[in-house]
C-alpha cells in the first residue's frame, strides 16, 4: 500500500482509507441525527490501529467510522479507517466496541474516529512529537463535519514497554 498523507503532510505508511475496499465502505450523512450519539475518538499505539488477530464483523447499521482524510462518514468495518493496518489479516476492537456501545444502551448512534498509529511511542503524541499535531486535526476535521468528540481513548501499545 503506497504511503497516504495525512491531514498535516506527515506520510503514514499503510493507513486504512475508503480507496483500499472500494465498495465494502458505503458513505453515510455524518450530521445525521439517529438517536443518542457518541462520537469516539481513537488515538495510540498498536493496542487501537489494527493488530488484532483476525477481523470482526460488525452488527450494528448505526456504528459508524469518520475518515479523517476525507472528513466523511462510512458505515463501519474492520479494519477501520484512519488506523494504520499490518498485517492485512489484523483488525480492531474499536469496531466491536462501536456495536457492544449501542447492544448496551449506551448509545444509539456511534461513530469512531481512529487516528491510530502501529508503532509509535508516547513521545511522538505529546507535544513535541510528530503525531501530536494530528490530535487537534482531528478535533477540527469533526468539527467541520458538524461533530463534536464525547470521548478520546487512547489505546497504549507495546513501544514504552520497560520504559517509565
Not at 503506497?2 to 493507513?15: D, K, Y
Not at 455524518?30 to 443518542?36: D, I, P
Not at 470521548?151 to 513501544?159: A, P, R
Given at each position: 500500500m503506497?504511503?497516504?498523507?495525512?491531514?498535516?503532510?506527515?506520510?503514514?505508511?499503510?493507513?486504512q482509507s475508503p480507496g483500499a475496499y472500494v465498495g465494502a465502505y458505503v458513505e453515510k450523512n455524518?450530521?445525521?441525527?439517529?438517536?443518542?450519539r457518541r462520537v469516539v475518538v481513537w488515538a495510540g499505539q498498536s493496542n487501537t490501529a489494527s493488530s488484532v488477530n483476525g477481523r470482526y464483523t460488525v452488527t450494528k447499521a448505526n456504528n459508524w467510522q469518520f475518515d479523517i482524510q476525507s472528513g466523511a462518514c462510512y458505515t463501519a468495518l474492520d479494519p477501520p479507517l484512519g488506523a494504520t493496518v499490518s498485517p492485512?489479516?489484523?483488525?480492531?476492537?474499536?469496531?466491536?466496541?462501536?456495536?457492544?456501545?449501542?447492544?448496551?444502551?449506551?448509545?444509539?448512534?456511534?461513530?469512531?474516529?481512529?487516528?491510530?498509529?502501529?508503532?509509535?511511542?508516547?513521545?511522538?503524541?505529546?507535544?513535541?512529537?510528530?503525531?501530536?499535531?494530528s490530535i487537534g486535526v482531528t478535533g477540527l476535521r469533526l468539527a467541520n463535519a458538524g461533530l463534536t468528540c464525547d470521548?478520546?481513548?487512547?489505546?497504549?501499545?507495546?513501544?514504552n514497554h520497560g520504559t517509565s
Open positions: 503506497a504511503p497516504v498523507q495525512n491531514l498535516i503532510g506527515i506520510p503514514r505508511a499503510g493507513i455524518c450530521a445525521q441525527s439517529l438517536g443518542t492485512t489479516t489484523a483488525g480492531s476492537y474499536v469496531t466491536q466496541v462501536g456495536d457492544l456501545l449501542i447492544s448496551g444502551g449506551t448509545a444509539a448512534h456511534v461513530i469512531s474516529a481512529n487516528i491510530s498509529v502501529g508503532g509509535t511511542a508516547v513521545a511522538d503524541w505529546a507535544v513535541g512529537g510528530f503525531l501530536n499535531a470521548n478520546i481513548i487512547w489505546g497504549q501499545g507495546e513501544s
